[in-house]
C-alpha cells in the first residue's frame, strides 16, 4: 500500500491534492489550502497511528515517536490533545481542530451537513482554569448555541468530560421568611433566638436555623444576617447591646473571612424563592431547595452551590470531586460567581461523551 | 418543687452538699470538691434547662438566657461544648468534661463502673485543625486505648462526628513491577514508553499508566520516577538527552509544585505492596487497591489518599468533603502525612455516636 506522502512544517503538516479526496472529502481531515491539504498536528499523528501518511522532515521520515516528540515540542498541549482527539474519534465523531480547542459535530453528521455542535476545551489536571475565562467561553458557546464541553485529562491520561453551562436557579419557596419579631443574642461564632412562638415560626415555617431546644432557635451568621436586614430578628451580644448591620457585617467578617461575598449568594439564592442550609456535611458553602412544604418532610436538595470570587481560579481536582461527590447523592453541582451586588451561576456536571 | 440552689463563680457553678447525692450519686454530673459540689457551664446549662437548679450570680437569679450568655463570655466554645454534651448526654451516654473536651462512658456504663471509653474533642467547622496536633492528640489516645472522636459543629449547629485512627496500610502485591526495560520520553507533563512489549508487562502485570494505544504506554510523573528509581525506565527529553534522578524531579517539581512530597507517599504505598492510581476522579491525590489480580477485572479499590505536609492544617469543610465522598464511594479516606522520609497515615471517617 502506498501511504501519502506529507511534510511537516511549522505546526502543520502539508499533504498534496491527493489527500483532498482521500483525507477530506472521506474523512473530513484538514483544510484544502493552495492545492494541497494542511493537517493540524493531532491530526497527523492520528492518521499516522492508524498508517495512512507518511511524514517526512527536512527530507527524513519520521516514526511515530520521532514525530510525536517533534509535534510535542512544536505545540503546546500536543499530547493532551492528541489524547482528546483520538478519544473522540474512537467514539465516532467528526472532529475539527478550531481556536478553543476542537469542533464536534453530532453523531452521525458531519461537517457540510450539519452544524458543530459542541465547543471542546481541553486542559489538564495541572492547569489552573480561571473563571473568568471560563465564564466569557461559556458565554460565546451559547451565544452561537453550542454546548460547551471542557475535557481534562489527568495525571495518568485518563480524560473526564464536564458540561459547563450557566444557569439561573428559580425556587418555589412563596415567601422568604415567616412575618415575625425576635430577639437574638450573637454569641461565639453564631446566634440565638430566645423566643419560643418566633423561633418555632421561623424553624418550621421559613426552615431557618436548628433548634437548641423545644424553645430556642440557633442561626448561622448569613441566616442572621438575612433576616436582621428584613426586620424579622433584632441581634444583640452578650452584654444586651444592639447591632447596626454594619456591626454585624464587621463582628461576622472577623469570624469568617469571605462572609459578605457567601452572603451575596445566600441572600440571592432565598430571594429568588429556595431554602438555603448549609452544605458543610458535603464540604460545599449550601445545599440548596427548590421547594420545602413541611419541616417534617424535608425533601432532596436539589443543588450544592459553592461560592467564589470572579477572579477565582479552579484547581481541577478540586473541582472534579466536588462535582463527583455532587453527582454521587444526586444533585448538581453549582458555583456561585460574585459579581458586584449580583451572583452569576455556573453549572458543571460529568458528562459522557 | 424546690430547686437545687448554686452560685456562678469565674467558670464554675459551685452546689452545696445535697448536691453531692442528687446529682453526682445519681448522675455523676459535677464534681464533689469542699464540702459541695462543682459543675462545669455545660453541665450547669444542660441541668438548668432541665428545671434541676436555679443558678444565681451576685444574689441575682439568671434564666437560662442570661446563664447562657454569662457562660458564653466566661468559657471559649461553649456554645459548641453544650451543643455538643447535650447531643450525647440525649443518646444516653454518660459525658465528663475533661483536657480535650470531654471523656465519654461506653453504653450501659458510668463512672466508677468502667473506664471512659472514648476521647471526643470538640471544633467549630470554622476552626483550623492543626494536622500536628491531631496526631498528637490521636496518639495520646490510643496509648491509653480510647478511641479518639472528633465532634465538628457546623454554621448551622447540626454535628457530625469523625473517628480519627492513625493506620498502617499494607498491601498484597507480591512485587511492585514486572523486570523489565524500557525506554521513554518525558513529554509536556507525562512520560510515554514506547516498546511495545515492556509497556505491555508494565501495563497488565505492574498496573501502571494507561496504553496511549496497543503499544505505547503513558505514564505519570510519580510512576515514571518510581519505575526510573528501580531501573525499570530510562527517561529522555524529547530531544533524546537522558534524565539524571535530580534532573527529573526538578523538572518535575516545576510542573508540580509538590511533586516530592506526593512522590513520598506513592512510594510508600508502592513500596507496602499496593496499586496505586490517580484519584483525580475523586479530587484527591490517589485510589489505593490492597491487591489487583488482573488489568481485566481491576477490583474496587480500598483508599482514597491525599497527601499533606506536616505543618498542614485542616479547613474541616474540606476534610469533611473528602471523608464524606470517601464514604459515598465506599472506600475509607486517608492523608498521608509527610515526615521526612517517612510518611504516616490518618484514618478519618464519619461515625455515628
Redesign the interface.
Same mark, same amino acid.
Given at each position: 500500500m502506498n501511504l501519502l506522502k506529507t511534510q511537516l512544517k511549522g505546526d502543520r503538516v502539508l499533504a498534496g491534492k491527493e489527500a483532498v479526496a482521500e483525507l477530506y472529502k472521506t474523512g473530513y481531515f484538514g483544510r484544502p489550502k493552495d492545492d494541497g491539504l494542511e493537517l493540524s498536528l493531532v491530526e497527523a499523528a492520528y492518521l499516522q497511528?492508524r498508517g495512512k501518511l507518511d511524514i517526512e522532515l527536512e527530507g527524513k521520515l519520521l516514526g511515530?515517536?520521532a514525530f510525536?516528540?517533534?509535534a510535542?515540542?512544536r505545540q503546546?498541549?500536543?499530547?493532551?490533545k492528541y489524547?482528546v482527539y483520538?478519544d473522540l474519534k474512537e467514539r465516532g465523531y467528526y472532529v475539527q481542530p478550531s481556536a478553543a480547542d476542537f469542533r464536534v459535530y453530532p453523531r452521525g453528521s458531519h461537517p457540510g451537513k450539519s452544524a458543530a455542535k459542541i465547543f471542546v476545551h481541553v486542559l489538564? %489536571?495541572?492547569q489552573p482554569l480561571s473563571v473568568k475565562l471560563l465564564q466569557e467561553s461559556v458565554a460565546s458557546a451559547e451565544n452561537v448555541h453550542k454546548q460547551f464541553i471542557l475535557a481534562?485529562v489527568?495525571?495518568?491520561?485518563?480524560l473526564?468530560f464536564y458540561e459547563i453551562k450557566s444557569a439561573s436557579p428559580k425556587g418555589e419557596m412563596p415567601e422568604p421568611f415567616p412575618a415575625v419579631k425576635a430577639d437574638a443574642?450573637f454569641?461565639?461564632?453564631?446566634v440565638?433566638a430566645?423566643d419560643a412562638e418566633a423561633s418555632g415560626a421561623l424553624y418550621s415555617r421559613g426552615f431557618y436555623?436548628?433548634m437548641?431546644?423545644p424553645e430556642?432557635l440557633?442561626?448561622?451568621?448569613? %441566616?442572621s444576617l438575612y433576616l436582621f436586614s428584613r426586620g424579622v430578628i433584632v441581634v444583640r451580644d452578650?452584654?444586651g447591646k444592639i447591632f447596626s448591620f454594619d456591626e454585624f457585617v464587621e463582628k461576622a467578617s472577623e469570624?469568617?473571612g469571605s462572609f459578605l461575598r457567601k452572603y451575596s449568594a445566600y441572600k440571592a439564592l432565598r430571594d429568588s424563592g429556595h431554602v438555603v442550609?448549609?452544605g458543610?456535611?458535603?464540604?460545599?458553602h449550601f445545599r440548596v431547595y427548590r421547594k420545602v412544604e413541611s419541616i417534617e418532610k424535608i425533601p432532596h436538595s436539589e443543588y450544592l452551590v459553592n461560592v467564589i470570587p470572579e477572579d477565582y481560579e479552579f484547581r481541577?481536582?478540586?473541582?472534579?470531586?466536588?462535582v463527583?461527590?455532587a453527582n454521587?447523592?444526586r444533585k448538581r453541582m453549582l458555583f456561585a460567581v460574585e459579581k458586584g451586588e449580583e451572583v452569576e451561576y455556573l453549572d458543571i456536571g460529568r458528562v459522557k461523551m
Open positions: 497511528s511515530f515517536r510525536f516528540e517533534q510535542s515540542l503546546q498541549n500536543f499530547e493532551l489524547i483520538k489538564s %489536571e495541572r481534562v489527568d495525571e495518568e491520561s485518563d473526564t443574642t454569641l461565639e461564632d453564631r440565638i430566645w436555623g436548628k437548641l431546644d430556642r440557633q442561626l448561622s451568621l448569613v %441566616e452578650r452584654k469570624i469568617e442550609k448549609t458543610f456535611k458535603f464540604g460545599t481541577l481536582p478540586v473541582m472534579s470531586g466536588a463527583r461527590l454521587s447523592v
